[in-house]
């Protein structure tokens, strides 16, 4: 196993030895996984689960969702598409019901094949972060945490879509999670 410390020392002219950078960037491992959803119809207050293993000594870096179809809420206030991450189905422990798609009043269009940050190299998205995507939903909550994106030990966790109020205008399809780990601990050579 290779020491996870270490020490970037100076050339002497502000700037590292590319020797102990090169040590730096061998000790920084990820891995990652993906789960799609089973087909999401347009009814509301139904739910749709996936689960994926989150291994030990690992935080979460990237939570990316793409939709296979377009999602479009029903367009009267309160017709969220609402994201949850937990340690159970539903539970929210991480991310606790935010709206992935916030309609006010308006529809709101996940479009087909836009990626969607939710969390991002470790931050989860602000509110209405996706607005200046190209595809992504105009209104969207903060992706804030509940919980730490940490794990000492392996564990499973949940992704939650539910479509609130009222009919989704536009479903029939799959969502795809891609989720991506920061390995924190010592590192195999």
């Known amino acids: ?7 970037i020392r100076d050339t002497g002219r502000n700037s590292a030895k590319s020797l102990d950078v090169q040590a730096l960037s061998d000790n920084v491992i990820t891995s990652a996984t993906s789960a799609t959803t089973g087909t999401i119809a347009v009814t509301a207050d139904a739910t749709y689960d996936v689960s994926f293993t ?19 809420t ?3 206030s309160g017709d969220d598409i609402d994201f949850d991450l937990g340690t159970a189905a ?12 916030d309609d006010n009043g308006s529809a709101v269009t996940i479009t087909a094949n836009t990626p ?15 607005s200046t995507m190209n595809g992504g939903p105009a209104t969207s909550e ?3 945490l509940a919980g730490s994106l940490y794990s000492a030990a392996a564990r499973t966790l949940h992704i939650r879509l539910k479509p609130l109020a ?5 479903a ?7 989720i991506e780990f920061q390995h924190l601990g010592v590192t195999p050579d």
Do not use: H, R
Request: hydrophobic share 45%.
């Open 142 to 144: 903060a992706m804030t």
């Open 90 to 101: 539903g539970g929210g422990q991480i991310i606790d019901e935010k709206a992935i798609a």
């Open 54 to 72: 989150q291994p030990a000594d690992t935080s979460i870096k990237n939570l990316i969702m793409i939709a296979n179809g377009n999602l479009v």
């Open 116 to 130: 969607l940050y939710i969390i991002d190299n470790g931050i989860p998205a602000a509110a209405n972060g996706f």
């Open 74 to 76: 029903g367009g009267s």
């Open 166 to 170: 009222s009919d989704l205008a536009t």
């Open 1 to 7: 196993m290779t020491n996870p410390v270490v020490d």
């Open 172 to 178: 029939a399809t799959t969502v795809t999670f891609l």
